[in-house]
Protein backbone atom coordinates (compact mmCIF):
# COMPACT_ATOMS: atom_id res chain seq x y z
CA UNK A 1 0.00 0.00 0.00
CA UNK A 2 2.63 2.43 1.06
CA UNK A 3 4.75 1.92 -2.34
CA UNK A 4 1.46 2.46 -4.46
CA UNK A 5 0.96 5.86 -2.73
CA UNK A 6 4.52 6.79 -2.88
CA UNK A 7 4.43 5.92 -6.75
CA UNK A 8 1.37 8.46 -6.95
CA UNK A 9 3.18 11.10 -4.98
CA UNK A 10 5.96 10.67 -7.73
CA UNK A 11 3.63 11.38 -10.66
CA UNK A 12 3.58 14.37 -12.34
CA UNK A 13 0.91 16.89 -11.51
CA UNK A 14 -0.56 16.81 -14.84
CA UNK A 15 -0.71 12.61 -14.82
CA UNK A 16 -2.48 12.99 -11.28
CA UNK A 17 -5.22 14.68 -12.81
CA UNK A 18 -5.33 11.94 -15.55
CA UNK A 19 -5.85 9.33 -12.92
CA UNK A 20 -8.63 11.07 -11.33
CA UNK A 21 -10.71 11.55 -14.20
CA UNK A 22 -9.90 7.80 -15.68
CA UNK A 23 -11.01 6.95 -12.07
CA UNK A 24 -14.17 9.34 -11.89
CA UNK A 25 -15.24 7.99 -15.49
CA UNK A 26 -14.33 4.17 -14.33
CA UNK A 27 -17.07 5.02 -11.81
CA UNK A 28 -19.81 6.63 -14.20
CA UNK A 29 -19.40 3.75 -17.04
CA UNK A 30 -20.14 0.86 -14.02
CA UNK A 31 -23.03 3.44 -12.79
CA UNK A 32 -24.29 3.64 -15.97
CA UNK A 33 -23.78 -0.30 -17.00
CA UNK A 34 -26.10 -0.91 -13.83
CA UNK A 35 -28.53 1.89 -14.28
CA UNK A 36 -29.28 0.43 -18.36
CA UNK A 37 -29.23 -2.72 -17.66
CA UNK A 38 -31.65 -3.21 -14.87
CA UNK A 39 -34.38 -5.24 -16.01
CA UNK A 40 -37.22 -3.32 -16.57
CA UNK A 41 -40.04 -5.66 -15.11
CA UNK A 42 -38.25 -5.42 -11.57
CA UNK A 43 -39.54 -2.18 -11.92
CA UNK A 44 -42.94 -3.19 -12.95
CA UNK A 45 -43.29 -5.46 -10.07
CA UNK A 46 -42.20 -2.69 -7.87
CA UNK A 47 -44.72 -0.52 -9.27
CA UNK A 48 -47.86 -2.68 -8.63
CA UNK A 49 -51.71 -1.90 -8.99
CA UNK A 50 -54.09 -1.53 -6.18
CA UNK A 51 -57.01 -3.41 -6.88
CA UNK A 52 -60.30 -1.80 -7.13
CA UNK A 53 -62.61 -2.44 -4.43
CA UNK A 54 -66.48 -2.38 -4.26
CA UNK A 55 -68.94 -2.10 -1.43
CA UNK A 56 -72.04 -4.96 -1.80
CA UNK A 57 -74.07 -6.69 0.49
CA UNK A 58 -71.77 -9.06 1.81
CA UNK A 59 -68.96 -6.61 1.91
CA UNK A 60 -66.37 -5.21 -0.01
CA UNK A 61 -64.62 -7.43 -3.01
CA UNK A 62 -62.39 -6.87 -5.69
CA UNK A 63 -64.20 -5.62 -8.91
CA UNK A 64 -61.74 -7.75 -11.52
CA UNK A 65 -61.22 -10.76 -8.73
CA UNK A 66 -64.43 -11.52 -6.97
CA UNK A 67 -64.02 -14.56 -4.91
CA UNK A 68 -66.64 -16.87 -3.12
CA UNK A 69 -67.37 -16.26 0.85
CA UNK A 70 -66.32 -18.86 3.14
CA UNK A 71 -69.60 -20.49 4.35
CA UNK A 72 -71.69 -18.08 5.49
CA UNK A 73 -74.77 -18.70 8.44
CA UNK A 74 -78.53 -17.35 8.15
CA UNK A 75 -77.68 -14.59 10.87
CA UNK A 76 -74.75 -12.85 8.45
CA UNK A 77 -76.49 -12.49 5.18
CA UNK A 78 -78.84 -8.87 4.88
CA UNK A 79 -81.76 -8.36 2.83
CA UNK A 80 -80.30 -7.23 0.46
CA UNK A 81 -78.59 -10.12 -0.52
CA UNK A 82 -80.10 -12.55 -3.58
CA UNK A 83 -80.72 -15.57 -1.83
CA UNK A 84 -81.00 -18.54 -4.22
CA UNK A 85 -81.42 -22.07 -3.01
CA UNK A 86 -80.96 -25.29 -4.81
CA UNK A 87 -81.56 -28.71 -4.91
CA UNK A 88 -81.92 -32.08 -7.50
CA UNK A 89 -85.24 -29.86 -8.40
CA UNK A 90 -83.64 -26.60 -9.50
CA UNK A 91 -82.92 -23.26 -8.06
CA UNK A 92 -85.27 -20.47 -5.98
CA UNK A 93 -85.72 -18.48 -7.21
CA UNK A 94 -85.46 -19.07 -10.56
CA UNK A 95 -85.74 -16.01 -11.86
CA UNK A 96 -84.48 -12.22 -10.19
CA UNK A 97 -83.64 -9.08 -11.23
CA UNK A 98 -80.67 -6.51 -10.81
CA UNK A 99 -79.55 -2.73 -12.01
CA UNK A 100 -77.03 -2.42 -14.66
CA UNK A 101 -73.78 -1.66 -13.03
CA UNK A 102 -74.42 -2.10 -9.51
CA UNK A 103 -72.84 -4.27 -6.70
CA UNK A 104 -74.77 -6.88 -6.11
CA UNK A 105 -74.49 -9.60 -3.66
CA UNK A 106 -75.69 -13.57 -4.38
CA UNK A 107 -75.60 -16.17 -1.94
CA UNK A 108 -76.34 -19.80 -2.66
CA UNK A 109 -77.62 -22.31 -0.17
CA UNK A 110 -77.20 -26.47 -0.85
CA UNK A 111 -80.72 -27.82 0.39
CA UNK A 112 -78.98 -31.25 0.07
CA UNK A 113 -75.85 -32.65 0.59
CA UNK A 114 -74.79 -32.49 -2.64
CA UNK A 115 -72.35 -30.70 -4.82
CA UNK A 116 -73.74 -27.60 -6.92
CA UNK A 117 -71.37 -25.45 -8.95
CA UNK A 118 -73.48 -22.13 -9.94
CA UNK A 119 -72.27 -20.54 -13.20
CA UNK A 120 -73.40 -18.00 -15.76
CA UNK A 121 -73.55 -18.57 -19.45
CA UNK A 122 -72.28 -15.64 -20.27
CA UNK A 123 -68.36 -14.66 -20.87
CA UNK A 124 -69.27 -11.56 -19.04
CA UNK A 125 -69.34 -13.33 -16.45
CA UNK A 126 -67.52 -16.11 -16.44
CA UNK A 127 -65.25 -15.77 -13.40
CA UNK A 128 -68.66 -15.54 -10.79
CA UNK A 129 -69.10 -18.99 -9.87
CA UNK A 130 -70.09 -19.97 -6.44
CA UNK A 131 -69.27 -23.45 -5.06
CA UNK A 132 -71.01 -25.44 -2.49
CA UNK A 133 -71.62 -28.95 -0.39
CA UNK A 134 -74.65 -28.76 1.74
CA UNK A 135 -73.53 -24.83 2.60
CA UNK A 136 -74.06 -21.24 2.23
CA UNK A 137 -71.84 -19.57 0.24
CA UNK A 138 -72.14 -16.25 -1.64
CA UNK A 139 -70.29 -13.90 -4.06
CA UNK A 140 -70.27 -10.02 -5.14
CA UNK A 141 -70.09 -8.42 -8.28
CA UNK A 142 -70.76 -5.44 -10.52
CA UNK A 143 -73.74 -6.40 -12.90
CA UNK A 144 -73.03 -6.60 -16.36
CA UNK A 145 -75.02 -4.44 -19.49
CA UNK A 146 -78.77 -5.01 -19.13
CA UNK A 147 -79.97 -8.50 -20.75
CA UNK A 148 -81.02 -11.68 -19.45
CA UNK A 149 -78.30 -14.49 -17.87
CA UNK A 150 -78.48 -17.49 -17.68
CA UNK A 151 -77.38 -19.15 -14.57
CA UNK A 152 -76.62 -22.94 -14.11
CA UNK A 153 -75.33 -25.84 -12.03
CA UNK A 154 -72.35 -27.14 -14.04
CA UNK A 155 -71.90 -30.37 -12.60
CA UNK A 156 -72.89 -32.88 -15.13
CA UNK A 157 -76.60 -33.51 -15.77
CA UNK A 158 -77.62 -31.01 -12.99
CA UNK A 159 -78.39 -28.47 -15.76
CA UNK A 160 -80.10 -31.14 -17.70
CA UNK A 161 -82.30 -32.39 -14.46
CA UNK A 162 -83.67 -28.49 -14.56
CA UNK A 163 -80.88 -26.43 -12.14
CA UNK A 164 -81.17 -23.62 -14.28
CA UNK A 165 -82.43 -19.77 -14.03
CA UNK A 166 -81.92 -16.06 -15.55
CA UNK A 167 -80.93 -12.97 -13.86
CA UNK A 168 -82.47 -10.05 -15.70
CA UNK A 169 -80.24 -7.24 -15.78
CA UNK A 170 -82.24 -3.84 -16.44
Given at each position: ?117 LKFDSPELERIQIAIAGTTRGISFIAPDAGDYVFFCSI ?15
Open positions: MTDFKFQIAKLKPNSKRILIIAVVLIIIGINSIIYFNWPREKEAQLIEEEPVIAMAPLGEFEIENPKMTVPLKKAEISEEVIQLTVSSTGFEPKEFTVKTGQPISLTLTSLNKGTHIPGHRESGEEGIMHVK
